[in-house]
Every structure is written in structure tokens, then in C-alpha cells.
């Protein structure tokens, strides 16, 4: 039994189908960004998990680096029975501490829950650009979706309607 009820581990090829079915209502919802299957093997290396007690995943998150000094918070989700008893705390705590073990200095996020960020000491970016211009000419080159959003080209707009751009310099 662990203290809290739950864990947060690096995410393993047996949780992907977990964090599918996890985070497709949210997908439906339009809250994330959806991924296939394939894509959420191909980036189970950005993946962290909290599981109970009985080893079930009741939570997911990401860390995508973006450039140099800069990654993002993907895929957060906690199940909802489990909402509100400190599994999100845990995994950007986790996150952030991989993270910092990156080099990374700063962390994006795209969301609409401004408030649980805002108390992990994201802060609101409205339309700044947080890249130098010639580190956004090269972040053109990313075919990953995600980095579109961060870009907040035209084509991903339906995407990001409604969602707050936050920063936190780690
Ligand atoms: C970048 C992206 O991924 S954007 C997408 C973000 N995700 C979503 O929008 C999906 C839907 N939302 C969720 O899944 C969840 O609401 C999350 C992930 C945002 C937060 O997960 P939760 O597990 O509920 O967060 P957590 O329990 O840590 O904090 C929520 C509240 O519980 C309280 N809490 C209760 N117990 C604890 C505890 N032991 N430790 C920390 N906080 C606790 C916190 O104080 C907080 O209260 P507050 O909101 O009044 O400040």
C-alpha cells in the first residue's frame, strides 16, 4: 500500500491501451489533442502514469521537449473518480523534475485548466512569442502536431479555440 493510494512511474508499453481509453472522452470532448494507438507507443518515452494500488492507471501526462531550453505538458488527465485527490499534483511534479533532469528551462502548456496550472506557477502568454524568431523558423520544420498549437499556425486553430497558452520558467 502506498501512503496516498497511488504511484506516478514512467509509463510502460502495457499502460498504453490504459491511457487510450483514459483520455478518449476528453479527446471527444475536445479537451486533448487525440492520438492514435501508434503514436501514443512512438512516444511512451514522454509518458508518466499514476496507478493504484491495485497497478490500474488512474492518470497520464507527457513532457514533449520543443527546443533547447523549452518543453511542453501534453496529455494530462486524471480519471475521474480520482479527481481532486492530488494525482495531477504528483504527475507535473514528475514531469517537471524530468523536465529540469533535461536541461530544460521553461515548460508550455495549452489548456483550459488555467487555474490548476496557475497553481503549479504556469503563467497566462496570450499571443507572445516565446521563441526567438529564428528558434520559430526552425520549430516550422516539426511535423508534430503539438508544435503547430505552440506555433499557433491557422491550420490547428479549431484545436486551440478556448485553450489558454501558459508558461512556467522552471
Ligand atoms: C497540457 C495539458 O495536458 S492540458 C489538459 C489538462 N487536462 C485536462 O483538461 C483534462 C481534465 N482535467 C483533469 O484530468 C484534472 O482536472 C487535472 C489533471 C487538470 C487535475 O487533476 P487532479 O488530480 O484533480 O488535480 P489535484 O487533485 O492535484 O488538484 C486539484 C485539486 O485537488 C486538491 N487536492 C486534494 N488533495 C490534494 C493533494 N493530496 N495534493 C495536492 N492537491 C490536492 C488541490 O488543492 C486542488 O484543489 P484546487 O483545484 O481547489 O486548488
Given at each position: 500500500m502506498?501512503?496516498?493510494?497511488?504511484e506516478?512511474?514512467?509509463?510502460?508499453?502495457?499502460?498504453?491501451?490504459?491511457?487510450k481509453?483514459?483520455v478518449?472522452?476528453?479527446?471527444?470532448?475536445?479537451?486533448l489533442?487525440?492520438?492514435?494507438?501508434?503514436?501514443?507507443?512512438?512516444?511512451?518515452?514522454?509518458?508518466?502514469v499514476a496507478?493504484?494500488?491495485a497497478?490500474?492507471v488512474?492518470?497520464?501526462?507527457?513532457?514533449?521537449?520543443?527546443?533547447?531550453?523549452l518543453?511542453?505538458?501534453?496529455?494530462?488527465?486524471?480519471?475521474?473518480?480520482?479527481?481532486?485527490?492530488?494525482?495531477g499534483h504528483?504527475?507535473?511534479?514528475?514531469?517537471?523534475?524530468?523536465?529540469?533532469?533535461l536541461?530544460?528551462?521553461?515548460?508550455f502548456?495549452?489548456?483550459f485548466e488555467?487555474?490548476?496550472?496557475?497553481?503549479?506557477?504556469?503563467?497566462p502568454i496570450?499571443?507572445?512569442?516565446?521563441?526567438?524568431?529564428?528558434?520559430?523558423?526552425e520549430?516550422?520544420?516539426?511535423?508534430?502536431?503539438?508544435?503547430?498549437?505552440?506555433?499557433?499556425?491557422?491550420r490547428?486553430?479549431?484545436?486551440t479555440?478556448?485553450?489558454t497558452?501558459?508558461l512556467k520558467t522552471?
Amino acid at each position: 500500500m502506498t501512503a496516498l493510494g497511488f504511484e506516478v512511474r514512467r509509463a510502460r508499453t502495457g499502460d498504453v491501451r490504459a491511457i487510450k481509453e483514459l483520455v478518449e472522452p476528453l479527446v471527444q470532448q475536445r479537451i486533448l489533442l487525440g492520438k492514435e494507438l501508434v503514436v501514443l507507443f512512438e512516444s511512451l518515452q514522454e509518458f508518466a502514469v499514476a496507478v493504484d494500488d491495485a497497478g490500474e492507471v488512474i492518470g497520464c501526462g507527457a513532457l514533449h521537449v520543443m527546443w533547447e531550453d523549452l518543453g511542453e505538458v501534453r496529455t494530462l488527465a486524471v480519471r475521474s473518480d480520482w479527481l481532486g485527490r492530488g494525482v495531477g499534483h504528483a504527475l507535473i511534479t514528475y514531469l517537471e523534475y524530468e523536465a529540469r533532469a533535461l536541461g530544460l528551462h521553461r515548460l508550455f502548456c495549452l489548456t483550459f485548466e488555467v487555474d490548476f496550472f496557475g497553481r503549479h506557477g504556469f503563467e497566462p502568454i496570450d499571443d507572445q512569442l516565446v521563441v526567438d524568431p529564428d528558434v520559430y523558423v526552425e520549430l516550422l520544420h516539426s511535423s508534430d502536431e503539438g508544435v503547430a498549437e505552440f506555433l499557433d499556425l491557422s491550420r490547428v486553430k479549431p484545436n486551440t479555440l478556448g485553450n489558454t497558452r501558459m508558461l512556467k520558467t522552471l
